[in-house]
Structure formats: structure tokens, C-alpha cells
């Protein structure tokens, strides 16, 4: 009885491990069958179509994708075609956000693939994969490459985009020991992550190893923090060439990191070096650029000196970031009519009411509601005298207006000759047609021509800013650019017609409207002195 | 404090403000084994240089050009040379981002061709170093400012002048397909069947890879034929998108900014070989959408669409005496439209890295679709998609060490 019953038992239990693997078969042949079925859907048509077989393909759960890897053929040999589309597929389709919650089954299904041996170039392909769709889950077998040198370099561009504290870590640790080149690959992705807590391992490597130095400093720049700049100065000094380009961009790529950071303090004492050190022009743009960023003030004084700089790049970025600290804010037209908020710096030379302040032909000139309007007259002077400044005003020409802006101008005179004229006039009215290029609007008369085809057509305002710094003479005519030079180096072999110019000489005058016989109007005359 | 020493080439210092200077400008062409061909006769400067990593493609060039020229294999020599004010880049894509900004780190003007970047994230970073280091950018497009517009049949300027005044009302739509003028060539397409093959012994094929994935070498992956793969470009709408698209984004107003979706109809994409698409919509916020149509399926198009007007191919239009009302209208103000100009006085030209970088995203954004085979939601002002980790991840993708930008 006993030998019958431990009998049954063991029947028993023979039968049912015989129906578990009979089902198990059956089951996986099913899948097998499916899994068949799905990949020669691949390539999907659609995109809803690709959202279907991505859904029925984790449906068939991580095992399916591992299976699909295995068929992969690093050298396109046997036609792996679909297990490509589909495992890429599913891979694109869990790397949206509204289902990552799937992600953990491709990313179980490529990691598992790696227990079996793979060829290098079908691991470069599921790196690929998870670059795209993998999180902490794949760290470990990614960080378990980073010393193979044959795919550590996609190893750790995968952990790179994962870009988590773990992944972070795992590179980490990578740069301890091991060969060098898959160190620079472990230090770049670090740096793409900006991954602060590496800062003291990247500090050490550039100190102590000499291949990966350079590597190493190029990554301390892309952080911005204290560390990273005092880790920065320790192994380079300061800038000693100010013809080493390359440690020049060091510090300025460090500079716009700290300013990224929040770090202005850092930021503005490296980008300051690169200034006052660096013969380049690109290099002084930058640091100009940096230093705006970082400290407002100091740049705005440095932009000031920069407007005359013989670099016509350093001074267009001089030129902007004064604009920035000085920007008039424009009101929207109402009815057509354009006001503005004075900018705080600059002062209004004509108070809209009447004449004060200005002398000479006041008769031929008139003062009303804002506008001040040349009759037509002659010549009318501020009372006082600037040197340096930026002038701004506007202006309205009627057809066939001339008259001119009179800068560093004696109390009388023809001051084209004995002071510097930037000409006021209509250039497209037919009596102007023949004119040489130095007499058009915004020329510095006789000496400079200025750019065309920037003026707003008759009976329009037109804006004008004058920056005028030592010899240097910059026209910016309704937001445009149409005169930048130096007026020394533009008469140095004579002036353009030929004339005397002793006015160019002149380092202090008066502001003068120039009638010629015309009515033009002008409003918002204001000034800043430099 | 001293004040800094400055080298200035004298051709910079302007002795007479605009008249051209004594000094000629020079420039050096990277990538002379396809487009890089035509850059070498471009006007506005003297060549002094060339560098391409296939020995036999700089070789022939060598021959063909003056001597004086100098032939380079590695770009960085390029950079580091004083005598060259200019680089033009014509590259594959893959190359553009880090030449480009790393010419403008290097104090040189760059002259680029299209795609402008392969990424959106290159993109991002070129615009930073041009503009930081205070340099001057083209790109290689000239639809906006020149030239017959493909099968349109005109310029782009009446249109422009059309659109700038409303006369089609606000906002608009433009289609961009074979019925409007405009072939989106996808006989660009990559190959699947690819097997390793032995590097020919003239080309370096490591320094060609660059930043891209190491992936076994075949020509077809290469040279005429880049064009099929993600890892270097993006197919026709990689090579003629931004031909196409930078005017319709110009005609938009849109020079600053960037579509808020994106919308896909294609077949799944290969993960290594680029092939077609059959219809990808961009959206603005104000309204405005670019159609591109790449089965020329909307037979009846117009080009533009507006709620007061539409426009044919050839200017024709559905608004009475179009013509003639076009002609009343005042032009637009002139821009730089002579990349020398904008190099000598550091105006920004026509087509400048902002614009351009704006107009190469709408061609990223639609790979960026494509490969991922779904639509997108975008932010212009911070340049990331909202709610889409993978998209988000192919803005700014590792690049292969010691590459990067």
C-alpha cells in the first residue's frame, strides 16, 4: 500500500512537471510563433502603425527582445533587418515620456542579451538603444564596459545621456586605474553631463597625468563652480602668452560656465585676464561679451574705452553693450505719433519749449510742442562744448532737405572744414543724383561716406545716434550701422575730396545744427558724455 | 590700466569707412570632396587653403588650383593659421557644429554650408560662439535674398514684400512639395544591406567619423552618398530642407523663433539608414504652419495661403491685380547681401547664424520626428521638447571622443 501510494506521488509529480514543460513549450512556440508573426510586420507603415507592434512586442515581454537580439549580425550577413526595426522601435517608443514605464522591459531585454559573448559592433548597437531609451537600470553593465577600449568610448556616451547621479558615479569610478584611452572618453561624457562631484577627480588627472591633461582642463572649464576655476589656476598659473590662444579660450570657456552658474565673481576675474592679457581679436570680443554677463558695470566702462578701439569687431561689441546699458525704450506709435522714455543717463539739450541753451541763428529756427523745426535758417549752436559722447536725436526731411550736424565746432565758420559735419540730407530727391559718395546722408563731409538706403521715406522720423570717442566716429541711422570710422586713418593720405580738413584735429566744440537753406525738424536732442 | 595691444589685420582698419580696403580677404575651404568644389571660386576673397581627410580628393583640388594654395588633412592647422580670414565648411553635416565654432574660437569668419548643424544642440552652440566671439556667419543659402526659387519660377523678394505688407491677411500657411515647385529628393536615401568593406587607403576614415558612432566602413556610408545616414544627415529633407524651408521662414517672420509641434506621417525609420516621408506639418504659435508635402499630394496648393489671398507658383495669384498692388507698396530696407561687406564692417549679413540656425532646427525637428516616428511638442525659447525624454535626448547627443564642440 505504502509503494503504491509514494508511486502515485511520484506519477503525480512526473505528470505535472511533464504538463509544466509541455505548457511552457507550447507556450514559448506560441511566443516564438508571435514573435515571427510581429517581425514581418517590420517595417512599420505608419506611425501608429510602429506604436502597434511596439506595444505587441512588450506584450511579449522582455524575453521576446532579448530573443530579437540574439539574431542580430554584426556584418550584415543574414538578414536581421526586421530584429533591427524592432528592437530600435520599441526602444524610440519607450524613450517617450508618456511610456516610460515600459522602458524597464527593453531595457531587461537588451541587458540581458549581454549574458551571452557579442560581437563588438551589435554592443555598439544596443549602447545605441539605451543611449536613447535606458536609465539606472543599464548602468551596471554599461559601467561594467568602460574599460573595454574596443566600445568603451559608446559604453560611456550611453551613461552620458542616461546622465543620472548613478550613471555619474559609475563614470567616476572609471577614471581611477585602467587605460588611458577610455579615460578620455569617461572624462568627455562626464563633462557633457556637467557632473559636479567629478570636479576633484578631473582636478587630480589634470595635475598628475600628462596625456590627459589637456582632456582633463577643457572639462574642469565646463564647470562653472569655485572649485573648478581654483583647479583651473593651480595647474595653469595665469596667462603668461598673451599669444596662447588656446589657454586664453580656456579660461574664457571656464568664465561662460561660472556665468552659467551663477558664479559672476569667477566668471568676471577670468574673462577680465583674457581682456587685458590677450592680443586677439576674438578673444577680446568674448571676454567683452563674458565680462557683460558677469559684471555690467565694469564691462560698460571697458565698452565706453572700446567704441574708438581700432578692431572694428571689438568695437561692434563695444557698440552693443552700450546700447544695452543705454537703451531707449521705444513706445508703441499711437495714431502714428512715436515717443519715448529718456534714457536715464542722457540729457535733454533741447527742452521742447523754447531755445535755451542754443545760440546763433535763433531766428531761423522755432521751438514748439517738442519739435524744433529749422525754418529754413543757418547755423545754430549749443552754448556749451563736448568732447566725447553719444549724441541722439531725430529727425524729418521734407523733399530735397540739407542741412547738416555740426561736431566739435568752433562758435562761426564752415564747420565741414573747421570742425566736422555729418551731412543731413533727402538722397533720393532728383537735385541730389550726381552727388559724390562723401556728400550723401551721414557722411562725415569730404572725408567719410556713409552706407545708403537706410533713411524713412519723406515726412517719416527718422532716429540717429552719433557716438564720437577721440577720433573714432560711429552714425547709426534708424538702427543701422552706416558710418564707423576713424578719422585720422581715413585722412591720413589726404581726405576724400581733397580738401584741408583741420577740423578733424579738433578734440573739443560745440553740437551744431547746419541750415543750408531747407526745412528739416528735429526732436528728443539729448546727450551722455563720455 | 594699459590698454590692451591689439594685432588688427590692416585690411580691418578702414582708411576710407566703406571704399574697399587695399588688403584682399582669404579664406580656406574644409571639405573639397563634393560642394567644397564650388567654394573654391566663390568671389570676396583670395584662397590660400584647403584640407580635406581623403588624400585623393585634396590632391586633385591641389592640382586643379594656383599654386600658393596649401593642402591640409587636418582642419585644426587650418584654424591656427594666421593668413586665413575666412573658412568655408562643406563638410558633411556631422562636421559642421565643431569647425564652425571652433573656427569662430580660432578669430576666423565662417562661410557654412547647409544643413547648418546636424543637431539642434550644435546649432545652439555655434550661434553662442559666433556671436560671443564677435565674428561674422553665412550660410550657404541664398534663396532670401537672390535667385530664381526652384520651381517657383521667381525670386523670393515679391513674396516677401506680399507677405511683409498682408496682402494674404495673417497667419499663413505654406506648402513645400512637388505641386508648388519644390522636389524633396529621396533618392537620398541609406542602404540596409551595408557589410564591412576595407578602407580605401587614401581616406582617414577615423578623422571622417569625427564626432559620429563608430560604424564599419562602407562607401556608400560616405562621400556622394552620406546623405542616407542619421549619423550624418537627414536624407532629402536634410539636403534641400533648408534651400526650401529658410524663405518660408523668412516670409513667416519667424527668424527668432521655432514651430510649438510638429506633426509626422512616415513609414518607420531604419535606426541607421534615412528613407522617406510623406507629409511633416510645423505649427507656430501665432498660427502659421509649413507644410511639407513629400508625396505631392495636395494637387491644388497653393503656396502661400492666407485668410485674404493665396499664391501660386510663378507669383500668380487669386487677389485681383496683384501685380500691380504689389508694385505700390513701398520695399523692404536693403541688408548685407556681400558676405565681404559684412566682413569688413562686422554688420551681420542677410542669412546670419540666428536666422540660420532657425531654419536648420525646422529641418532637425522633422528628422527628429522622423526617426522616432511620432509628433512632437516643442519650446522655442528654451529649444527642448516638452514631455519627451527621447526627443530631448537627440538634441544634444554625446559626441564620440576626443570630438566635441
Redesign the interface.
Known amino acids: 500500500m505504502e509503494d503504491l501510494k509514494i508511486r502515485n506521488k511520484v506519477n503525480f509529480i512526473f505528470s505535472a512537471l511533464f504538463a509544466f514543460f509541455a505548457v511552457q513549450f507550447a507556450l514559448n512556440a506560441y511566443a516564438a510563433d508571435n514573435l515571427e508573426i510581429l517581425l514581418s510586420k517590420?517595417?512599420?507603415?505608419?506611425?501608429r502603425?510602429?506604436?502597434e507592434l511596439s506595444t505587441q512586442l512588450l506584450n511579449l515581454g522582455p524575453e521576446a527582445i532579448a530573443k530579437l537580439c540574439e539574431r542580430l549580425d554584426p556584418?550584415?550577413?543574414s538578414d536581421d533587418?526586421a530584429a533591427?526595426?524592432a528592437i530600435?522601435?520599441v526602444a524610440?517608443h519607450v524613450?517617450?515620456?508618456?511610456f516610460?514605464k515600459n522602458r524597464g522591459t527593453v531595457e531587461r531585454g537588451l541587458l540581458d542579451a549581454f549574458e551571452a559573448e557579442l560581437d563588438p559592433?551589435v554592443k555598439?548597437?544596443l549602447f545605441?538603444q539605451l543611449?536613447?531609451?535606458g536609465g539606472n537600470r543599464s548602468v551596471d553593465v554599461l559601467e561594467n564596459h568602460l574599460s573595454d577600449p574596443v566600445v568603451c568610448?559608446?559604453a560611456?556616451?550611453a551613461l552620458?545621456?542616461i546622465g543620472t547621479k548613478k550613471a555619474g558615479k559609475a563614470l567616476v569610478r572609471a577614471l581611477d586605474g585602467g587605460a588611458n584611452e577610455c579615460k578620455?572618453?569617461v572624462?568627455?561624457?562626464l563633462?557633457?553631463m556637467q557632473f559636479e562631484p567629478a570636479v576633484s577627480e578631473l582636478a587630480k588627472l589634470a595635475s598628475a597625468n600628462d596625456s590627459l591633461r589637456t582632456?582633463a582642463l577643457w572639462a574642469l572649464a565646463a564647470f562653472g563652480t569655485k572649485k573648478a576655476g581654483d583647479a583651473i589656476h593651480e595647474i595653469t598659473g595665469s596667462i603668461a602668452d598673451?599669444r596662447n590662444?588656446g589657454l586664453a579660450?580656456l579660461y574664457?570657456a571656464y568664465a561662460?560656465s561660472a556665468v552659467r552658474e551663477g558664479n559672476t565673481r569667477d566668471a568676471a576675474e577670468f574673462a577680465a585676464e583674457a581682456?587685458?592679457?590677450?592680443?586677439?581679436?576674438?578673444?577680446?570680443?568674448?571676454a567683452l561679451?563674458?565680462l557683460a554677463d558677469a559684471d555690467p558695470e565694469t564691462a560698460h566702462d571697458e565698452a565706453v574705452?572700446g567704441l574708438s578701439?581700432?578692431?572694428?569687431?571689438?568695437?561692434?561689441?563695444a557698440r552693443s553693450i552700450f546700447h544695452e546699458f543705454h537703451r531707449p525704450v521705444w513706445q508703441t506709435p499711437e495714431k502714428g505719433s512715436e515717443t519715448f522714455d529718456a534714457e536715464p543717463a542722457f540729457r535733454m539739450l533741447f527742452n521742447g519749449e523754447d531755445l535755451t541753451g542754443w545760440r546763433g541763428d535763433t531766428d531761423g529756427y522755432v521751438a514748439e510742442n517738442g519739435v524744433l523745426t529749422c525754418r529754413p535758417g543757418g547755423n545754430l549752436y549749443t552754448e556749451e562744448e563736448f568732447s566725447d559722447f553719444v549724441f541722439r536725436f531725430e529727425f524729418k526731411l521734407t523733399p530735397g532737405a540739407n542741412n547738416g550736424l555740426g561736431i566739435r565746432t568752433l562758435p562761426t565758420g564752415n564747420a565741414a572744414y573747421t570742425a566736422i559735419e555729418l551731412q543731413i540730407l533727402d538722397d533720393d530727391d532728383e537735385q541730389y543724383a550726381e552727388l559724390q559718395?562723401y556728400q550723401y546722408h551721414g557722411s562725415?563731409y569730404g572725408?567719410?561716406?556713409?552706407?545708403r538706403?537706410?533713411l524713412k521715406?519723406d515726412g517719416e522720423w527718422n532716429r540717429q545716434e552719433v557716438v564720437v570717442r577721440r577720433h573714432h566716429i560711429t552714425v547709426i541711422l534708424?538702427g543701422?550701422?552706416i558710418?564707423?570710422?576713424?578719422t585720422q586713418?581715413?585722412s591720413?593720405?589726404g581726405t576724400?575730396d581733397g580738401r584741408d580738413h583741420p577740423g578733424l584735429a579738433r578734440t573739443k566744440g560745440h553740437i551744431a545744427l547746419l541750415g543750408h537753406g531747407t526745412v528739416v525738424q528735429f526732436k528728443n536732442i539729448r546727450i551722455l558724455e563720455l | 590700466?594699459?590698454?590692451?595691444?591689439?594685432?588688427?589685420p590692416r585690411r580691418?582698419?578702414?582708411?576710407?569707412?566703406?571704399?574697399a580696403p587695399s588688403e584682399e580677404l582669404t579664406k580656406a575651404v574644409i571639405g573639397v570632396g563634393g560642394m567644397g568644389k564650388g567654394h573654391l571660386s566663390y568671389e570676396g576673397a583670395r584662397l590660400v587653403a584647403v584640407c580635406d581627410v581623403d588624400r585623393s580628393h585634396l590632391n586633385e583640388v591641389l592640382e586643379a588650383t594656383e599654386r600658393g594654395v596649401k593642402g591640409f588633412h587636418d582642419y585644426r592647422e587650418v584654424l591656427a593659421r594666421p593668413d586665413v580670414d575666412i573658412v568655408h565648411i562643406a563638410t558633411p553635416p556631422h562636421w559642421h557644429g565643431i569647425i564652425a565654432a571652433e573656427a569662430?574660437?580660432?578669430?576666423k569668419d565662417v562661410w557654412c554650408e547647409k544643413p547648418m548643424t546636424r543637431t539642434i544642440g550644435e546649432g545652439q552652440k555655434v550661434v553662442e560662439a559666433v556671436?560671443?566671439?564677435?565674428?561674422v556667419f553665412r550660410l550657404n543659402t541664398w534663396f532670401r535674398f537672390r535667385s530664381e526659387f526652384y520651381g517657383f519660377g521667381t525670386p523670393t523678394a515679391p513674396i516677401k514684400k506680399a507677405c511683409h505688407h498682408r496682402m494674404f491677411g495673417w497667419p499663413l500657411k505654406i506648402t513645400i512639395g512637388s505641386t508648388t515647385g519644390f522636389n524633396w529628393k529621396f533618392q537620398w536615401s541609406g542602404r540596409?544591406?551595408?557589410?564591412?568593406q576595407p578602407v580605401p587607403d587614401e581616406l582617414d576614415y577615423d578623422f571622417w567619423l569625427g564626432p559620429a558612432?563608430?560604424?564599419?566602413y562602407h562607401p556608400h556610408r560616405t562621400h556622394g552618398t552620406f546623405r542616407g545616414y542619421w549619423d550624418y544627415d537627414g536624407g532629402g529633407l536634410g539636403d534641400m530642407g533648408q534651400h526650401y524651408l529658410d524663405p518660408a521662414q523668412y516670409f513667416l517672420e519667424k527668424d527668432d523663433t521655432s514651430p510649438i509641434s510638429v506633426e509626422?506621417?512616415?513609414?518607420?525609420?531604419?535606426?541607421?539608414a534615412v528613407s522617406s516621408f510623406r507629409r511633416i506639418v510645423f505649427t507656430y504659435d501665432d498660427g502659421c504652419q509649413i507644410v511639407l508635402d513629400g508625396e505631392g499630394a495636395d494637387q491644388n496648393a497653393a503656396y502661400i495661403e492666407g485668410p485674404e489671398g493665396k499664391l501660386y507658383p510663378k507669383l500668380e495669384s487669386d487677389i485681383p491685380n496683384f501685380q500691380k498692388k504689389l508694385d505700390e507698396l513701398?520695399d523692404l530696407?536693403?541688408r548685407i547681401t556681400d558676405f565681404s561687406e559684412s566682413v569688413?564692417?562686422?554688420?551681420p549679413f542677410a542669412l546670419n547664424e540666428t536666422s540660420a540656425h532657425r531654419s536648420c532646427t525646422l529641418v532637425n525637428l522633422g528628422k527628429i520626428a522622423m526617426?522616432?516616428?511620432?509628433?512632437l511638442s516643442f519650446d522655442p525659447i528654451q529649444q527642448r521638447f516638452i514631455?519627451?525624454?527621447?526627443?530631448n535626448?537627440?538634441v544634444d547627443?554625446?559626441?564620440?571622443?576626443?570630438w566635441?564642440i
Open positions: 517590420y517595417p512599420a507603415q505608419s506611425p502603425s510602429a506604436a556584418n550584415g550577413e533587418h533591427r526595426y530600435s522601435g524610440k524613450s517617450n515620456t508618456n516610460s559592433e555598439r548597437f545605441e543611449q536613447l531609451c568610448s559608446d560611456a556616451r552620458a545621456a578620455g572618453a572624462i568627455q561624457s563633462e557633457h582632456q598673451p590662444t579660450n574664457l561662460e581682456l587685458h592679457h590677450e592680443a586677439q581679436s576674438q578673444v577680446r570680443c568674448a561679451n563674458i574705452i578701439d581700432l578692431d572694428p569687431a571689438y568695437r561692434q561689441v559718395p562725415i572725408v567719410v561716406p556713409a552706407k538706403g537706410y521715406p534708424n543701422t550701422v558710418v564707423d570710422a576713424n586713418l581715413a591720413e593720405n576724400m | 590700466m594699459a590698454a590692451a595691444f591689439t594685432i588688427v580691418a582698419l578702414g582708411g576710407a569707412g566703406f571704399t569662430a574660437k580660432a578669430g556671436q560671443r566671439y564677435g565674428r540596409t544591406d551595408l557589410t564591412p558612432p563608430y560604424k564599419f509626422l506621417d512616415a513609414p518607420q525609420q531604419h535606426p541607421d513701398p530696407p536693403p569688413r564692417t562686422r554688420q526617426q522616432l516616428g511620432r509628433n514631455d519627451d525624454e527621447g526627443a535626448r537627440l547627443p554625446p559626441m564620440r571622443a576626443p566635441k
